[in-house]
């Protein structure tokens, strides 16, 4: 099935540096949503946007919808042992899909105390 | 509030068998969503049911069905069990007014082992 292109796949950084990790579309999405996904658990929402251009904060977080609709970006600052998990994009569209969220691969973050 | 609740937690089965899996949405969302977690890949939906009906399908064989009950509880079916059906089963919910918005409420999963 159709996915998003998120990156980077993983990433190992130490305590308090910042993280950035991105997903892009082909097609056009009206809604963009970043979950995370700690392990036995399923994913939680934390950030959802909109409208193009959306710039929202969450915490630590930020997370922007790109102005062509095909992109969005999530940045987490200052990270702690916590944010350990895999980060989701997800993309919705109006229309027949309706009700369908498209997800990204996942981005794998390690945070090293 | 109890949240999305998924049973079993964990099912083997063999390769032509059927798996039968079940949600609890949260209380007072009506709408239920599947999704299948494959090892290293992302989330694929699989169906949305709304007020008892399917309202949407992802590319998934017949094979894949289920329902949704008065109580707004659902079932996914998986007949025919192929090796590579293997994988998390998510079930998701969302208030009635919500739905167009991809604000979903996930439930741990459950985990089917196809042998």
């Known amino acids: 099935g159709q996915q998003l292109n998120q990156s980077p796949q993983s990433m190992f950084i130490q305590e308090g540096e910042d993280v950035s990790m991105n997903c892009t579309s082909s097609?056009?999405?009206?809604?963009w949503l970043w979950y995370k996904q700690e392990p036995g658990e399923g994913p939680v929402l934390l950030i959802a946007?909109?409208?193009?251009?959306e710039l929202t904060s969450n915490g630590r977080l930020t997370a922007q919808f790109g102005i062509t609709r095909k992109d969005s970006f999530l940045n987490i600052s200052a990270s702690i042992p916590s944010d350990v998990g895999i980060y989701f994009c997800?993309?919705?569209?109006?229309?027949?899909?309706?009700?369908?969220?498209?997800f990204g691969q996942g981005t794998i973050l390690t945070v090293h105390p | 509030e109890a949240g999305v609740t998924q049973s079993p937690t964990h099912l083997i089965k063999t390769r032509g068998q059927q798996a039968t899996l079940r949600c609890s949405p949260i209380?007072?969302?009506?709408?239920v969503y599947w999704y299948q977690q494959a090892l290293g890949l992302g989330l694929q939906f699989l169906l949305w049911?709304?007020?008892?009906?399917?309202?949407n399908r992802g590319n998934f064989p017949p094979r894949f069905s289920g329902r949704q009950f008065p109580n707004y509880s659902s079932e996914l079916n998986v007949n025919a069990l192929e090796l590579e059906d293997s994988a998390l089963y998510l079930c998701?919910?969302?208030?009635?007014?919500?739905?167009?918005?991809?604000?979903?409420?996930f439930g741990e999963g459950s985990r089917l082992t196809v042998l």
């Open positions: 998701a919910s969302s208030q009635a007014g919500q739905r167009n918005t991809g604000e979903l409420f």
């Open positions: 097609s056009i999405f009206n809604t």
């Open positions: 946007l909109y409208k193009a251009g």
């Open positions: 997800a993309g919705q569209r109006s229309g027949t899909s309706y009700g369908k969220l498209t």
């Open positions: 209380s007072g969302h009506t709408s």
């Open positions: 049911y709304d007020e008892g009906e399917e309202r």
